[in-house]
């Protein structure tokens, strides 16, 4: 789930949501060569998500020669980083979009 995960923050990152096959792979080639952060960032990410299928949910849309995220896998990147929440665990408490996050939960508190 991670890699998809690490798919749709690439997608995010880009001006129109869209790229080519080819640049995703460049952009996960340099992301998990990087170092240990960015895996360990996706893997716990991905513990809130574990059911995550991004073309089955439709966060993620192929066309000839390109992906694209929907705004549905914009607002699910939302609501599990929590942006714009004071708390993480505040955000993943909320209702998820057309059920995305099934069987996520809140982390444990420290």
Avoid: C
Avoid at 4 to 30: F, M, N, P, W, Y
Avoid at 69 to 75: C, P, Q, V, W, Y
């Amino acid at each position: 789930m991670s890699f998809q995960l690490s798919i749709l923050k690439i997608l995010d990152g880009q001006t129109d949501g869209r790229a080519s096959l080819e640049v995703i792979k460049q952009h996960l080639a340099v992301l998990y060569t990087s170092g240990q952060e960015w895996t360990v960032r996706m893997n716990r990410l991905a513990e809130r998500a574990p059911d995550l299928d991004i073309f089955g949910q439709k966060l993620v849309v192929r066309e000839p020669g390109v992906w694209n995220i929907t705004e549905e896998g914009r607002s699910f990147l939302a609501i599990l980083e929590g942006r714009g929440a004071a708390n993480e665990d505040i955000a993943l408490a909320e209702p998820s979009p057309a059920g995305l996050i099934s069987g996520a939960s809140a982390r444990p508190g420290p």
